[in-house]
Each structure stands twice: as C-alpha cells, then as structure tokens.
C-alpha cells in the first residue's frame, strides 16, 4: 500500500521510472507516456475534493466538440485499445489495465494516474493521451483529438499469469468503470450485468432533474506480486457534490470491492443515494409480457434486504405503469443488494444468459446510523434501458456543506454472500383470482408464492406451514400452504386470493411459520390494482 501523509512536493527533474518502483523499459515497452510527478495520498484527494466543493462547479474544459459527434457508435466500434500498450501488462500485479476511448456517447474527458513511492513518499504521474495506444482506422475521426485529451474509462483485464487457453488476458476483463460513476463487474459466472455507482443524485425526485456527477481522475496503485488484489482511487465532481473514493477490488472466485469515500456537499441535495446499484427487469414469471417470445427478461429479479434488526427480506422488482419510489426504514442495516435468484436457462431461453447475471450485494462497514434503502422503480418496454435503482439514504438532512464519510463492501456473487438459514423466496406469480370450475370474480387476483429450503426442508410429515400475511388495504381470502409437487424437499407455495380496496398501491407482507418458529424470509410485495 502506498505511504500515505502529506509532504512537500519533489521537483519533477528529481524522479526517473526506476525511483518510481518501475523498471525503465518497463513503460517504455508499453509506449505509455507520462506526466510529471505530482505528491499524492488520499488524505490530499479528500481535502482536493473539499476545497472544490467549496467553490462553484466548473465543468473540464470541452473538446472539439465536432470531433466527438463523428465517433458515432460505429466509429467508436473500431477502435480497440492495443494491450502490448496496457499499463501493467509484464507487471507488477497480476492484473493490465486497459483504456476506453472517448466518443460521443463517452464524451466526458477522464485523466488517468500511475502510483507510486519513491523515498518513501507517494507520487501521481498522469498517463498522458495518446491515439498510438489504439488500434483505429487510418482515417477515425479519434485521430483529431488533442494531445492529452484523456480517455472515457478503463478495465482490469484477467490475470497475465493465468492459462490463455483458458482465459486469455488480453480477451477478458473483470472490472470496468466507464460512464458518469458507473463501475461493473462480473460475478462468479464470468458475466457482466447490473452496475454500481459511485453516487445517486436526485433520482426520480420530483421537480428536481436527477443529476450525474462523474469520476473525473483515477489513481491506480501497482500491486505486489502474485497479489489477487488492486487498488485505485477517484475523484467525484458533480454540480452539487465532490468526493474521493479509494476501491480495493479483489478476483477470486467472485469479485469483491471494499470501497472508502468522503463526500463533500456544494448544495442541498433532496435524495442523497449512497452506494447505488442499477440494474433491469423487464418482465418475469410474475408478469409475463404479452410482446415477447422469451419468458423472462431481467438482469435483477428482486431487492433483498438484511435489517439492523436481523429481518430477512425479498422484494419482487416490478416494471411499473409509472415511476414509483419504495422506501424500507432502517437503522444500522446489515445488507441489502439486487439478486438474479433465477438461474434456470430454460426460464430465459437467450443466448445472453440472464441466467448468469451476477447479484451484488452491499455490506456496510462501520455504523450507517439511521436512513433507509430506497428502490426505485422505473416503467421499460426493452431490456436495453436500466429502469430499477436501489440505493441507502442516510435520515440526516443532505444540505450544502454536509460532508459524509462511509465505508462498504460489493459482493459480486452468484447469491448472496451470507445466505439466510431461512426458506428462500423464489418465485412469485399471480393470476385471476377465484376457484376451479366457477366464474372468476372480477377485481381479485391470486397469489402463488414459493420459498425453498431452510427449516421447511425439515418439517415433520404432516406439518403444513402458517401463513402469517398482512396488507395496508384490501382483504384475503382461500390461504392456504402446500408443498410444490415436484419432489424437492423444502419446496413449498403459499397461494391466497386477494380483493382490492380502490386502484391505490397495495403493499404486502407474508412469511411462514410453524408454531413460534419462522420458517421464512419476509416477502414483501408491492400490487398495483388494475
């Protein structure tokens, strides 16, 4: 890890690449140019963050604008980073960092940093734009941008060491920042899907234009040897908000981010989303579409939640008819993240494999105090369009000068990270209500619920799980538990009809139990009467 206290700046002509920690033809080989040396740390970072918050918000100085129309999607598609130039490529570290180019849909410039000691004090040294680190057509339009424009992001590819019949470096990576303060990376199913983001400003905050702001510098830090682990640092600019972030991401199995951040107000902000996950969900086996071939469309099939007070919680993700914001009140949370918990391919039947998608789930570090997890819930006819955002509001007032420091963990996983011993809910499909063989009421619909696994696994024979259900309007009627016929021990559906009271939003809540035992997590549901 780096050193990291705040001391006086070296004159630049007083470093070379071997007292940096780097072998002289080491980014020579790369083609990679450098900037001079700049003290670093991430105490500076913060207080460079602070002191910009406490001035007005100057956007980067833009580039050619023409320029950057003409790297349309198809101009932007031919070019391709070349990896004998990726930082890191022969070492140190497992892991070569590669480079987006900037273009249309990307046009905001980002600057990227090499890290490293020398004498014992950290340094930044920019990674300075160069068209010759890509491979572009002799006439692309990317040819006409400035020296040092920067790039739109970057990607850790898959480790140099491994076996490149396998899982060949220079084809795959597992991370990649690109966008605003969007990152991503996959799980343990070698899949990209649903993203993090640095922030949340203003989401579906009525009368108030949600606001992005935008990672605007990286740090990269060299790992050691044979390390499974990097390290990078940010800085945030926004409107209304800067900060620094430190990310120590970690490949094994699955991906693993620590992430560090200090944040520091330059106006009041209404809804402040705190480690903010976005994803999609189309239609399910909840709600079918009526327009598409496939069975289920999502990269996300519901919110789960861990309270500070030990609740385990599901909530099916609906595409909604217009946007609707869900609020879950908490205090000291454990968890919370958006899963894919579908993982059959015949339930999706695409060669994209949303079967794959990787759940991420956020553990906070330290005490988050009071707040709530906020989602989110956007109306989508395509899966192209991210409409389901998940994110902590802290209850303190995020006003102009606030500053906030927190501290969490991303899981990238296949499930979640520390598995409830209760029954899972698993699915989650409705229907015209009423009974076979009579006409079906008008106005009710019926409920099929299934939970898997858990203390439901071990029921006695004969023991029929209770259904513990209450609504905020409405009533129930025909309740009932059986287990799913299909031979799989602890797999059982609570079915209930339910009659609304009006057209307003209904909000659910059913568990199992047996006795005083809870058999089940929470399923927490939000109906909406047609």
């Known amino acids: 890890m780096l050193h990291r206290r705040h001391f006086i700046a070296a004159s630049g002509s007083a470093l ?26 991430f105490d500076r970072l913060a207080a460079l963050a602070e002191s910009l918050a406490s001035r007005p918000f100057v956007a980067a100085a833009p580039l050619p604008a023409g320029v950057l129309e003409r790297i349309d999607y198809e101009a932007h598609g031919k070019i391709r980073f070349d990896t004998d130039s990726a930082l890191f490529r022969d070492g140190p570290g497992n892991f070569p960092v590669t480079f987006f180019h900037l273009g249309r849909f990307f046009p905001t410039p980002v600057h990227m940093h090499l890290l490293e000691t020398a004498a014992g004090d950290a340094f930044s040294r920019e990674i300075l734009y160069d068209p010759g680190y890509f491979d572009m057509p ?51 199913l070698y899949q990209y899907g649903l993203s993090a983001r640095g922030i949340a400003i203003d989401v579906a905050e009525p009368d108030r234009p949600e606001e992005f702001p935008a990672f605007t510098r990286f740090y990269f830090e060299p790992s050691a040897p044979g390390s499974t682990s990097v390290t990078v640092h940010a800085l945030l600019e926004g409107p209304s908000i800067t900060g620094a ?54 990269d996300s099939d519901g919110l789960a939640m861990w309270s500070g007070g030990g609740e385990r919680i599901w909530r099916p993700l609906n595409n909604p008819e217009q946007t609707t914001a869900s609020a879950f009140v908490d205090t000291r949370p454990r968890g919370f993240g958006l899963l894919q918990r579908d993982r059959a391919f015949e339930h999706y039947l695409d060669g994209v494999h949303y079967e794959k998608r990787p759940s991420l789930w956020v553990e906070p570090m330290g005490d988050w105090g009071e707040g709530a997890v906020q989602l989110i819930e956007i ?70 619920v299934e939970f898997l696994g858990g203390p439901l696994a071990a029921l006695p024979t004969g023991t029929r799980p209770e259904l ?3 609504t905020s309007r409405g009533k129930f009627s025909y309740l009932f538990a059986e287990a799913v016929p299909n031979g799989v021990p602890g797999h059982w559906r609570a079915q209930f009809d339910f009659t609304a009271d009006g057209k307003e939003t209904v909000d659910m809540r059913l568990y199992l139990k047996s006795g005083d035992q809870t058999l089940s997590e929470t399923w927490l549901y939000q109906h909406h009467p047609a």
Not at 18 to 38: K, M
Not at 163 to 175: A, E, F, G, R, T
């Open 138 to 188: 002799a006439d692309s339009p990317a040819r006409k941008l400035p020296p040092g424009a920067g790039f739109a992001g970057f990607r850790f590819q898959e480790s140099r060491l491994g076996d490149p019949k396998q899982l060949d470096w220079k084809k795959n990576d597992w991370v990649a920042f690109l966008g605003a303060s969007y990152f991503r990376a996959i799980g343990e």
């Open 468 to 470: 513990v259900l209450t």
């Open 379 to 448: 109306q989508t006819d395509d899966e192209i369009h991210d409409n389901t955002v998940a994110f902590w509001v802290p209850k303190a007032p995020a006003t102009a000068g606030s500053r906030f420091a927190l501290r969490y963990r991303l899981h990238w996983t296949d499930v979640e990270p520390y598995p409830s011993p209760l029954a899972r809910c698993v699915a989650t499909r409705t229907g015209r209500g009423g009974q076979p063989g009579q006409p079906r009421p008008a106005g009710v619909r019926k409920f099929m």
């Open 245 to 298: 972030y430190r990310f120590v991401m970690e490949r094994t199995k699955a991906v693993r981010m620590d992430v560090e951040c200090r944040l520091f107000l330059r106006r009041d902000v209404a809804r402040l989303g705190i480690a903010p996950l976005t994803s999609m969900y189309w239609f399910s086996e909840t709600h079918p579409s009526s327009i598409d071939w496939r069975p289920e469309v999502h």
């Open 16 to 41: 070379t690449l071997a007292s940096l920690g780097l072998p002289a033809d080491a980014l020579a080989a790369t083609g990679l140019q450098l900037g001079p040396p700049s003290p670093f740390s």
